[in-house]
């Protein structure tokens, strides 16, 4: 009986997914296969001609290192945009005067089109990884910026009181009481700029670059390999997935160990 709990338990927390997964792929079979005519492109599209078009680039030795590349500099902007965006965000925080004055400014470029600034990066950087980055960190820091602030708009004025009437400095302030208090927005935040960095990364890897996944399917196109062009699309699906079900997995994990530490810890009076 106690063996037989703990498999139900995970069958029943399984079987939805891959339910909807089945019908998905049922559904995607059915659109290109059943429903196209013989003679259209539409069919090129099928899993049964996507799946083998996946292995062939594996086969070749083109898609792991694409991968990689993209991976790659989905990193480095993330760390352009998290060394930008957290003392941004701590500075509009702490400082009224300076949220009231930067706020229209953020909110103006935070709705414009990250991609929207193509052009002029590569007119500033020319063709290669530097554009990139800076499409992925203007598109990332924003999150960042806001959940930060927003943490640091949310701790209790009453634990800076108590830290400054102690004798506290502006570091032992910001290291002992708003960084840790902080710390489920900004984790929100990186999270939410994973996701955005992840999606404006494929097309700003069309600028040029020799490698990448969004390069990837920019050759496949012009040899009108539109069954590997699908292939290179499921496997960016399936990277954002893994990568968005891995910051989760971390953050939900912190912050469970985190949760019995309520208060700030106490700072030695001077």
Do not use: K
């Not at 709705?111 to 800076?134: D, E, K, N, T, Y």
Request: hydrophobic share 55%; glycine share 8%.
């Amino acid at each position: 009986m106690s063996t037989q709990q703990p498999s139900r338990s995970r069958w029943s927390s399984w079987w939805p997914p891959l339910t909807a997964i089945a019908v998905a792929v049922t559904l995607w079979w059915f659109a290109t296969t059943v429903l196209a005519s013989n003679d259209s492109l539409i069919r090129e599209f099928a899993p049964q001609e996507v799946l083998p078009a996946l292995g062939g680039l594996i086969e070749r030795g083109v898609l792991l290192p694409d991968a990689a590349a993209s991976m790659w500099r989905l990193l480095v902007g993330l760390s352009i945009a998290a060394v930008i965006g957290i003392p941004l965000g701590l500075l509009i925080g702490l400082n009224a005067t300076v949220d009231r004055a930067v706020r229209p400014v953020t909110q103006f470029l935070r709705m414009i089109s990250p991609l929207s600034w193509a052009p002029i990066a590569v007119a500033l950087f020319g063709i290669g990884h530097r554009p990139v980055f800076f499409l992925i960190a203007a598109a990332a820091v924003w999150p960042i910026v806001i959940n930060t602030a927003a943490g640091v708009h949310a701790i209790d004025p009453g634990h800076l009181l108590v830290a400054r009437s102690m004798g506290a400095t502006r570091t032992e302030r910001l290291t002992t009481v708003i960084l840790p208090a902080i710390r489920g927005h900004l984790q929100t935040g990186l999270r939410v700029a994973l996701g955005i960095a992840w999606v404006v990364l494929v097309p700003a890897e069309m600028l040029g670059v020799q490698s990448g996944l969004g390069y990837q399917i920019l050759n496949a196109r012009d040899q009108l390999a539109y069954d590997q062009v699908m292939a290179v699309i499921l496997v960016i699906g399936l990277l954002g997935f893994l990568l968005d079900s891995a910051a989760q997995r971390v953050l939900t994990t912190r912050r469970r160990r985190r949760q019995p530490a309520v208060a700030p810890e106490p700072i030695p009076a001077r």
